[in-house]
């Protein structure tokens, strides 16, 4: 069983910066994907960024050159950090842990960018 927890989403002003952050704990296989979702009021959950062990990195095109996902500084945590935020960014952003056999999901964190 692993347990994802969230962290770092707030309000920011369009033009700004956020780092959210997810940190997976109990039983982590050394094998693993990690991905960021979204899912804005009214509208489906979209993927927006993932990276494997192997440091494999993919992003959704909105993402590209506004969003970076890394490794944090912490074991098993996965920081996504986000630049030039506009007010369609606002979603609650969830992340998402899948290994071999399991896949599991975080609670999410509430991304708001509004003036």
């Known amino acids: 069983q692993v347990t994802l927890e969230e962290s770092g989403g707030g309000l920011v002003q369009p033009g700004g910066s956020l780092r959210v952050s997810c940190t997976a704990s109990g039983n982590v296989d050394s094998t693993y994907v990690r991905a960021w979702y979204r899912q804005a009021p009214g509208k489906q959950r979209e993927f927006v960024a993932s990276?494997?062990?192997?440091?494999?990195?993919t992003y959704a095109d909105f993402a590209k050159g506004r969003f970076t996902i890394s490794r944090g500084d912490v074991k098993n945590r996965v920081d996504l950090q986000m630049t030039n935020l506009k007010p369609d960014d606002t979603a609650v952003y969830s992340c998402?842990?899948?290994?071999?056999?399991?896949?599991?999901w975080g609670r999410g964190t509430q991304v708001t960018v509004s003036s």
């Open positions: 990276i494997s062990t192997g440091n494999s990195i």
């Open positions: 998402r842990h899948s290994e071999s056999r399991a896949l599991f």
